[in-house]
Each structure stands twice: as structure tokens, then as C-alpha cells.
């Protein structure tokens, strides 16, 4: 069965405190792997597609990498702007996709 | 560009009554979800349309029936509302076909609750 871990389910950061975000996958065959962030009240929306391991997008604060295994979304140096839940989505060999349920991220002034 | 629009937006129901959800986008996209997400459990899959007159099943169908008449909209219908069906529904779609990496677009959610 395919499955998608988000970890931690929350972080709290001042500004400026760097961290990194993780999702890992046991799926039978990735086809890509998404990230979104969501804004309360609003559906999720669109930050990166990763394919292949070894592979890094990058968006202004954010970059997100990806493993055979696991997928990391760095944020470097955050602002309370970045505040929103992220949420990590796999596409399968099978054309099938599967959500983690989210890392709510707040961070302080 | 609208996107993906859901109505209404809020609404409140007493157990046993009906309701449609709308969905609408502008983007001609082929394949179109909708989703329930409940606090802690993130995004789980109710049904889809792979295209015009097309339905499926997805993770947790009971209780919902869909239709998609026409290729912009997609309708979710809750028959007999239960108050387990209280939730924040969203509905996407996505460019190209089955094994596209295409990324889904989301509606603003609906907010349903049932007493």
C-alpha cells in the first residue's frame, strides 16, 4: 500500500531559524513527487514537482530536495509570511496520487 | 483567471437533508477530484472524473455520489447528510492524462458542517 509520512506534524520557528520539513514515501513506483502549501481558509496551492533523486527546486526561501526515500523541504532563514501548513503529494507508476497529511509551520517574529 | 471555483462557500445542515456541491474550472482540464480534509487527517479522496460523463470511486466514497455532465463542472451530491460528513470539501483538477505529473489546482474549499 502506498503511503506518504509527513514529519513533525508541527514546527514553530522564530524568524530567521532555518529548518527543514520531511516527507517520506513507500510507494510502489514514484512518478514525482509534489509540494504544496496551504494558507488557512484556502486550498492548497502548487510549489514544486520533483522527479528524480538527487534532484532540488528552488523558490525564494524555500528549496526542496528528493531521495530514493524521502523528500526534504528546506526554509532558510523564514519570515512569519512562510506561516502555512505544507503538504507533500506522490504520483505512482500506477497514475494513482497520495497526500500526506501536512507539517503546520508557524513561525514567530 | 478563476481557476477553480467551489459553492458555496459555507453552509449548515440538520442530519438527513441533501445538498450538491458545485465545482467549476476554467483551465479544460480532463480530470477533476474532490476531497475531504478533517483537522489532523489531510487530504482524502472521495471521488474523481478522468473526463466528461466519467466517474470513479476514490478512498472514501460512502455516503456521496458525483456527476460530471459537462468537461468545467463537477457536482458533489451528499444524499442523506450525517453529521460524520461534517468536513472542509475541496475539489481540484489536473492537465493531461492518467500518468501525467501534471499538478492538481484547488477550489477555496466548502465548509459543511452537519448537526
Known amino acids: 500500500e502506498d503511503q506518504v509520512t509527513q514529519s513533525p506534524e508541527a514546527l514553530r520557528l522564530q524568524e530567521g531559524e532555518s529548518s527543514s520539513l520531511n516527507c517520506s514515501y513507500t510507494?510502489?513506483?514514484?512518478?514525482?513527487l509534489f509540494w504544496y502549501r496551504q494558507d488557512p481558509g484556502k486550498g492548497p496551492e502548487f510549489l514544486f514537482t520533483?522527479?528524480?533523486a538527487g534532484e532540488e527546486k528552488e523558490k525564494e526561501r524555500l528549496k526542496a530536495t528528493l531521495t530514493k526515500k524521502e523528500s526534504f523541504l528546506h526554509i532558510t532563514a523564514p519570515k512569519p509570511e512562510d506561516s502555512a501548513t505544507y503538504l507533500c503529494?506522490?504520483?505512482?507508476?500506477?497514475?494513482?496520487?497520495?497526500f500526506g497529511d501536512g507539517t503546520t509551520l508557524t513561525v514567530k517574529p | 483567471n478563476a481557476g477553480v471555483t467551489q459553492t458555496p462557500k459555507f453552509r449548515v445542515l440538520k442530519t438527513g437533508q441533501s445538498m450538491t456541491l458545485l465545482c467549476a474550472q476554467d483551465?479544460?482540464?480532463?480530470?477533476m477530484y474532490w476531497y475531504r480534509q478533517d483537522p489532523g487527517m489531510g487530504l482524502r479522496l472521495i471521488h474523481y472524473?478522468?473526463?466528461?460523463?466519467?466517474?470513479a470511486k476514490g478512498e472514501v466514497p460512502d455516503g456521496y455520489n458525483v456527476s460530471r455532465l459537462k468537461k468545467q463542472n463537477f457536482l458533489l451530491g451528499l444524499e442523506s447528510a450525517a453529521p460524520s460528513q461534517t468536513s472542509v470539501y475541496f475539489c481540484?483538477?489536473?492537465?493531461?492524462?492518467?500518468?501525467?505529473?501534471?499538478?492538481?489546482?484547488f477550489g477555496d474549499g466548502t465548509r459543511l458542517s452537519i448537526l
Open positions: 481540484a483538477s489536473r492537465a493531461g492524462g492518467l500518468y501525467s505529473n501534471q499538478p492538481q489546482h
Open positions: 520533483l522527479y528524480s
Open positions: 503529494a506522490v504520483n505512482t507508476n500506477a497514475g494513482k496520487s497520495t
Open positions: 472524473s478522468v473526463g466528461e460523463g466519467t466517474t
Open positions: 483551465m479544460n482540464h480532463e480530470y
Open positions: 510507494v510502489s513506483g514514484l512518478r514525482g
